[in-house]
């Protein structure tokens, strides 16, 4: 299987099965003398692990991340980074019922066509748990960031119906509410209508917001490798999300030209804009605002109530999913839309030292 690998200089490339022996990631490219250790990395993925509220599936997972390489007193080395964190609470024989099954909204499908075989223990490759090995690499590029000025955040704008509106955003929030959104009671009504839906055997989405801020000028190439497309394809890349927006995104389509604009000024010698609606990028290249991107997540695929399928032999059928499932996956895939996020700028900002001669001179000409 290809495409489990993703960056050029900062790379990263997960591996693991959901019912396997574990899921982890190996990082490749991040610079020698970064300050680094489990526990920088454990913070990140306890914000995904299950089991933290009674919006996220039951299954007993520490997430406990071990370092196996990379790492010398507290130091990186500059050799690849592998991290693992073991599965210890599989529990494959609720998916037995499905072995010939395609469960709908999920990859079983596609994935016995393409490959002729298919690990339905959870979803296998498919399985969100895949994220893990993200996550652990999204602490490595945010730690870098950190060193750099720049600091990424994402947290739940919407589940289902119930939006925060942007005036009513209060950041210090986000982690006093289970669904990690930046207002606690619209948390709090998130809540009460996620419940609903558990008791109906249902689910919903919602969306996630990404801010970065301390950006330089410059990220991003102004063809292929615009910093939209490759942030587009790293949150794309999550398997949850169907629809990804930079700025105003899909809104700028009804706009004006003179309202979508954003006015340049002069401040103390720096040029800034009055207003964002380009999210924080102009000709695929950061422009030194905030960034500011959304991801659309899907109601969770495996819901309890009885639906419509075929089996692997042609034939119309019943299922019903059994095994620990998210009512909701919106505040577990935070932090995943945070680390692809940090993954894709910090791979960019090594890739921009090369971009002038004089950033290559200060390196080599000091």
């Not at 073991?86 to 490959?115: C, M, V, W």
């Not at 910093?227 to 700028?252: H, P, T």
């Not at 604009?261 to 000709?283: E, I, Q």
Request: proline share 4%; net charge neutral; glycine share 12%.
């Amino acid at each position: 299987m290809s495409g489990s690998t993703y960056g050029k200089l900062f790379r990263i490339t997960t591996w693991g099965e959901s019912h396997g022996s574990g899921v982890g990631a190996v990082i490749d490219g991040c610079p020698a003398g970064l300050p680094l250790n489990e526990t920088d990395i454990q913070k990140f993925l306890d914000r995904r692990k299950p089991g933290q509220s009674k919006y996220t599936t039951k299954r007993n997972e520490s997430d406990t991340v071990e370092i196996l390489s990379g790492i010398f007193e507290g130091m990186t080395t500059g050799t690849p980074i592998s991290v693992l964190v073991r599965n210890q609470d599989q529990r494959s024989r609720d998916y037995g019922n499905i072995a010939t099954l395609y469960r709908p909204g999920h990859a079983d499908y596609p994935f016995t066509e393409k490959y002729g075989i298919r690990d339905y223990r959870g979803g296998g490759r498919s399985s969100g748990r895949e994220t893990i090995g993200r996550v652990a690499a999204g602490a490595v590029a945010s730690k870098l960031l950190n060193e750099l000025g720049v600091r990424v955040c994402a947290y739940t704008k919407s589940v289902g119906p119930y939006t925060v509106p942007t005036e009513e955003y209060r950041y210090s929030e986000i982690p006093e509410n289970s669904l990690y959104m930046p207002n606690n009671a619209v948390a709090e009504q998130a809540g009460e209508y996620i419940s609903s839906l558990m008791a109906e055997k249902d689910s919903c989405g919602g969306i996630v917001e990404c801010i970065a801020d301390g950006l330089p000028v410059g990220l991003g190439e102004p063809v292929f490798d615009k910093l939209d497309a490759l942030l587009a394809q790293a949150v794309m890349s999550i398997g949850a999300v169907k629809g990804v927006e930079i700025g105003d995104g899909f809104s700028a389509s009804a706009s004006r030209g003179s309202i979508n604009n954003d006015p340049f000024y002069m401040d103390h010698g720096a040029v800034c804009k009055r207003s964002n609606h380009a999210g924080g990028t102009l000709g695929g290249m950061s422009d030194g605002s905030r960034l500011i991107l959304r991801a659309a997540i899907k109601p969770t695929s495996s819901i309890s109530r009885t639906q419509q399928t075929v089996n692997t032999s042609g034939e119309d059928t019943d299922i019903t999913v059994l095994g620990r499932h998210d009512p909701v996956i919106v505040p577990r895939a935070v932090v995943v839309v945070e680390s692809m996020t940090a993954i894709t700028l910090a791979d960019l900002l090594l890739q921009n030292m090369g971009a002038k001669m004089e950033h290559i001179r200060k390196i080599y000409l000091q």
